[in-house]
């Protein structure tokens, strides 16, 4: 490896903010905020929105969405207009 050319990988603590869950993950992330972890070290800190504990297909809530074909789609919207003849 060039030296000089690649990112600090070192650990962050992410905080995913929709359950108030903290977790550690090895990261080239820069950010300038830091928080004390449990085993009384500091880390760089960051804030996230979704997770795999808050996002619904890690969570077991994902919602199932069946598709239609269109000329189902058609029938279920039109069939029941009578033409006259």
Known sequence: MKPNIHPEYRKV??????????FIVGSTLQTDRTIEWKDGKTYP??????SSESHPFYTGKQRVIS????????NR????????S
């Open 45 to 50: 800190y960051m804030t996230i929105e979704v």
């Open 67 to 74: 598709k239609e074909g269109r000329v189902a789609n058609f």
């Open 77 to 84: 919207r039109f069939g029941g207009i009578k033409t006259k």
């Open 13 to 22: 603590v992410f905080h995913d903010t929709t359950v108030d869950e903290y």
